[in-house]
């Protein structure tokens, strides 16, 4: 497709259960990006890869969050025993390379945890 | 850690006024960026500002990187209903540092 795109746009679930949250990027961007964006906020920096690895996961809020991207395009953010303070937008961006090239982002993913 | 403060947090204006909303931060950045997020969507890049002092143009909108790059201010002319959405700044490299947001109302 032309632009970032995630899946699904709303996600719904109840507290404790498991999430996976996926983003396809901009065809042949190789630096790919998960913000989380609560209300009220601008997004914040969860972790990011150039290519398959993670360069910098420092903004992951604990272990239960771990994402992945095992062939360097597509990523799947994972939230293990969802919690109430977890609901929020994810935002997942593109860039063609990592170190300051623009970032275009998705739409997001609202996740909603009962 | 570095932060940006925005402000104001909230802006509500007739259509035809002028507006500036502005991006603080006690750090040095080397560049700042300006998005626009409309509800549902990701934010949209608008400008990158690099130099201190550089002003860039677009459109009605006029940004502005302060001498010492550790702010800026989004000007805008006869604000339009159209120009409605949440002000972004952003600063760094990777990862970028966002602020809060400007939440802007333009009512016709």
């Known amino acids: 497709g032309a632009g970032v795109s995630q899946t699904p746009s709303n996600k719904v679930t109840e507290k404790g259960k498991y999430v996976e949250l996926r983003c396809d990027p901009i065809?042949?961007?190789?630096?790919l990006y998960w913000y989380r964006q609560s209300l009220g906020q601008g997004p914040e920096f969860l972790i990011y890869?150039?290519?398959?690895?993670?360069?910098?996961d420092s903004g992951l809020p604990n272990d239960r969050f771990f994402a992945v991207r095992p062939e360097g395009s597509v990523s799947t953010l994972k939230i293990q025993r969802t919690e109430r303070g977890d609901s929020a937008v994810y935002l997942c961006?593109?860039?063609?390379?990592?170190?300051?090239?623009?970032?275009?982002f998705g739409p997001g993913t609202r996740l909603t945890v009962l | 850690t570095q932060l940006l403060e925005q402000s104001p947090q909230f802006l509500s204006i007739q259509e035809g006024e002028n507006l500036t909303v502005y991006c603080n931060s006690s750090?040095?950045?080397?560049?700042l960026q300006w998005y626009r997020q409309e509800p549902g969507e990701g934010p949209v890049l608008l400008v990158t500002?690099?130099?201190?002092?550089e002003v860039k143009k677009l459109k009605r909108l006029t940004f502005q990187f302060g001498d010492a790059r550790k702010d800026s201010s989004l000007h805008i002319t006869a604000a339009q209903p159209g120009d409605t959405g949440l002000y972004l700044c952003?600063?760094?490299?990777?990862?970028?540092?966002f602020g809060k947001g400007t939440r802007l109302s333009v009512i016709a």
């Open positions: 961006a593109s860039s063609l390379r990592a170190g300051g090239d623009t970032q275009y």
């Open positions: 065809s042949g961007h190789t630096a």
């Open positions: 890869f150039q290519g398959t690895g993670a360069a910098d």
């Open positions: 750090s040095v950045f080397s560049s």
């Open positions: 500002v690099v130099t201190g002092g």
């Open positions: 952003a600063g760094g490299d990777t990862p970028l540092v």
